[in-house]
């Protein structure tokens, strides 16, 4: 061997090799010789859990020399799945991981003398998942309390895939005999079970691979008890439809209260995947056709031939129903909710506008819940008070986007307007008095504010009257009182007049030379303005979605205009500040950016144009906010049940508070929203996130995230073994655990087929055959002899079930102790093993001691170098066994460094 070709770690090992070589020499050669024996490996990957094999394939001219080979299995991970030496080279059970294998032989000539080989990093693949299966909220649907409507929707993952569904238990009542297997209908990984009609209750579901693993899945499918009502009652039901003028189809608009369903899920999902019916019918009879009732907003046409619109009016003042509206559920129609109701009949409106000459009048057909025709309509404008003067003017109304041609309408004469439906039906009588008619002398005004005074803009509305005369006069001293004083003129419409002076009385004026009989004069005053603003921080608008934040506004108590150039300065805590500066001359608001607003004291500086400066201190309660947000949890063996608890505030009060799951895996939760003292139900595996959220809303102020694990059985590797005392004993000690699951756990032994359950021998106590396990117990069986393989089937409380194989081992002059490396460098970790007994005592150099099964000593030293040695004393066994290991510490870096040094003395 050259040694010196190796990198500097390396040489140090290999120099103590180098030297054990030459000690090795020295030593008298025996009877028997290893240098030709070679061990390799043939790897079965893990298809389940625990069921990967490995075949030690002993070869060599030196392997007969040889005899009683014991083959045994160490895990690399501490507590990992171990094999007891066996003879058998066929090691089986084993989960993925990476092990070591340790072979032990005596020598034919001299049984003093023993071999012992290791294998290390042997790799056993395997990507098994243990199934996950759940009840999916979203697309399950609920049943009626009085008639069985419910489906079932699983998710279903992991596992061998081509899964096994049988029902154990259904509700008393329903009808269903268990066990029965269950053929449901696949997509992707959602299973829809055939039938239909599943009554309300709770049932349970095993799903299994046929091989690995069974899942049970506990689901409970809710009882809805009601028929969901409506969120408009009345009149307002009833609308019209704008692009359908059929006179035989009656429209009624609406949704589903929110508060019903908001936090009762079963009722959601019931709503989202249409299990209830709206239906019409003319009042005391039952619909002819029925539709699927939307939770949203809906129109619903209802065709009522052979009856038209008209036909629903009430027939006299008293308001009579004549019609009833149905909800209903769609499989169970016994559970209805009834509504009656009329039409009102349909009225028009008309829209006036005032020429120079004359009066345009336009008629329009309502658009509301007054407004059901059959069309098209027919106006008539009559002269004078009634029906029965001379046509003047007649239209068509062909629908509900048309209007009338104008009416070109005489000032000061008297008009009369008809208007019926299709069937003749009277829809508007109405009188055109010359009172009415008089010209539309409206004015608008508007105003500029200043520091020494004020401008006005008006507006004489749609009159085109041409040459109108616009004068302002000042009458402070009162018309009648000295000549007016004219203050400006011709000024054109919806411009600005001259200045004008606060506290003093203008006369505004307008003049139409063709028709000296139509003028109009308003007297007008501003005060001088006394700038008072919001005292106390308003909302223009109010973010829910986050904490404190609005976009705040401030504003004239009397609700005037502000001046012109006016600046405010919102001051908070920690430096909140924003500016604004008017630019409207009509502005009577003052708005700021959203932004941050906490509780606290706030300032608001008001500078107006003419250096006027005022503070305002303002207590803020702040907006939305939350407090003494968290929840509790119960959990059962499929679904976790969450209590959230906390409360919304708004400016420091409490307010309707919601919760609702914002993120989790698809189909694990409904998705709507649980009020205070309500649970949400998780279903599926996986992270949630739980929000806090104004009611009504959706986008939580604070969120928790839960991280739903489901309870699935494993195998607790660490403490799971088969033995026996003595050679040839029938007295197998088979120690077996589970965990992660839910306990107690059930324990069964079964034949190495796993296909006939072995019972409690009459010799053996029954507390050394287990039945109920608590979750800290192993189970023990005393039963069988060293070399037999036995099969304990793990169920646990929730009815997780899987099956782990185990071979006896002879602990009789067997070696139980071991390392993964027993040459460790200066500075590393000694890991020492031991195959999983009980009662484990290590002793070692340097006093060492420890009473674990795979101790670790970190920092090793040179004088930590020797041999260790464990004893266990495994029940029922009435002795103590020994193991050994020899482990050398070597310095595995050059000594140049003078910490390495010390760490090496």
Known sequence: MNCTIFPLRILAVCFYFCVALVVKAQVPTTSCSSDDIQFSTEITNSVCQSDGKIKVITAG?????????????????????????????????????????????????????KLRRMIRNVVVGGNYELINASYNQQLSLPSFANCASGTIVMNVTGGLGNYTFKMISAPAGSGITTPVVITPQKNENNYTFPFKKYPAGKYIVEVSDQQCYTATVNLDITALGEVPPLYTEGLYMIRPNLNNTDCNLIHVSNKVKPEFYTSRPAYLTALENGMFQIGLAKFGQQ??????????????????SPYKIS??????????????????????????????????????????????????????????????????????????????GPVYHEVDILGYNQSTTPANLEYEKDYYLKVTDANGINIRLYGNSSNILRFNRTISTSYRYLCDGYHVTTDLGNSNCAGVVYAVYD???????????????????????????????????????????????????????????????GANSINSCLIDHAQPRANRTDYKAIKM????????????????QTTSSSSTYVYFDEMYLPEGDYTLTVTDPCNVVKVYNIKHKGFYNYRD??????????????????????????????????????????HNSSSSGQEILLTKEGVYSLGICAYGKTCPLATATIDFKRPQVKLAHEYTAAYSCVGTSTLGQIYVKGEKGKGPYTYELWNAQNTQKIERPSGVNASDWPTLIPPNDIAFFEYGASGETYTARITDACGNTFSQKLTIGDLTNLTIAGAPNDVVCVGDDIRLTCLPLTNYTWTGPNGFTSNLQNPVIPNAKRNMSGLYKVVVNPPKCGRSYEGYINIQVVPCFAPVNPILMNKAL
């Open 475 to 537: 009458i402070t001293k009162g018309k009648g009182v000295g000549l007016e004083q004219l203050i400006c003129d011709n000024i054109p419409r919806n411009t600005e007049s001259c200045k004008l002076q606060y506290d003093r009385k203008y006369e505004i004026r307008f003049d139409i030379p063709q028709f000296p009989d139509r003028h109009y004069y308003s007297e007008i005053t501003v005060p001088t303005p006394q700038e008072e603003y919001m005292i106390g921080l």
């Open 61 to 113: 001219a030196d392997a007969d020399n040889y005899y009683n080979y014991y083959f045994s299995l160490e895990s690399e991970a501490e507590g990992g799945f171990s094999i007891f030496p066996t003879t058998s080279n066929l090691l089986t059970s084993i989960p993925p991981g990476t092990y070591n294998i340790v072979i032990t032989a005596t020598c034919k000539s001299d049984n003093q003398q």
């Open 565 to 580: 150039g006016t600046t405010f300065e919102l001051r908070g805590p920690n430096g909140i500040y924003q500016k604004q």
């Open 311 to 388: 036909d629903f009016y009430p027939q006299s003042s008293n308001n009579e129903y004549t019609l009833n509206l149905y909800i209903r559920h769609k499989e169970c129609t016994a559970n209805t909710r009834k509504y009656s109701l009329y039409i009102k009949p349909g009225t028009v409106t008309y829209n006036g506008v005032s020429k120079c000459e004359i009066y345009e009048y336009t008629v329009r057909p309502w658009q509301d819940y007054d407004g059901n025709y059959c069309f098209p309509l027919h106006a008539v404008f009559y002269k004078g008070t009634s029906d029965s």
């Open 287 to 304: 619909p002819n056709n029925w539709q699927t009732l939307k939770k949203d907003d809906a129109v619903y046409a209802f065709n009522m």
């Open 629 to 670: 947000f968290s929840y509790t949890q119960t959990e059962d063996c499929s679904t976790l049940r969450i209590l959230p608890k906390g409360v919304i505030t708004y400016e420091g009060s409490q307010h309707g508070t919601d919760f609702r799951i914002t993120a989790g895996p698809e189909g694990g939760y409904s």
